[in-house]
């Protein structure tokens, strides 16, 4: 009978711990939780199961980069084959793991340009609100800059302003 091959979607629980065969091959071992959830209609919301215990061995690279990469509370993705069920834990020899991206960002060599990547993203700050300069363009439907001037100088002014936006001088309309 071949091994049952599962997929675990768990969070890591303790250290991992790395050894060396006599051989030479790494081997690494972990423990992982997995929390079911399940929906109780009598309340109406999403009730936390009862917790499943897994221990996971890995084997040669996969085992070198898991201890470099893997922590306590990280969130993972494994695939492997069960190998025992003993003492209310599931072992499995893991085939492939993942970091879960549910609760995190995760970075790698080729996608961290720099140390500013890693930085959190925020929106750019507003720009204070200021009156059109003569260097700033004239956007469509935006009253004239005489209008803005006269509005942010008070309106103390009684006289009209003696040329256009675009300096041509102004001619009364009969």
Do not use: H
Request: aromatic letters at 6%; a positive charge; proline letters at 10%.
């Amino acid at each position: 009978m071949a091994p049952s091959v599962t997929q675990v979607s768990g969070t890591v629980t303790g250290d991992v711990e790395v050894r060396f065969t006599e051989s030479g091959l790494t081997v690494a071992r972990f423990r992982l939780t997995e929390t079911p959830t399940r929906w109780d209609a009598a309340t109406r919301q999403w009730c936390d199961g009862t917790p499943i215990r897994y221990v996971c061995t890995i084997w040669r690279d996969l085992a070198r980069t898991a201890s470099e990469s893997l922590a306590d509370g990280t969130a993972v993705l494994v695939k492997g084959r069960i190998t025992e069920v003993k003492d209310g834990c599931i072992y499995l020899s893991v085939d492939d793991i993942g970091i879960s991206l549910r609760q995190r960002i995760v970075y790698t060599e080729a996608s961290l340009p720099s140390p500013i990547a890693a930085a959190p993203v925020t929106p750019p700050p507003a720009p204070p609100a200021t009156a059109p300069s003569a260097s700033q363009p004239r956007r469509p439907g935006s009253p004239p800059r005489w209008w803005e001037q006269s509005r942010s100088g008070g309106w103390n002014r009684t006289d009209t302003p003696s040329t256009a936006d675009n300096g041509a001088p102004l001619r009364a309309v009969r």
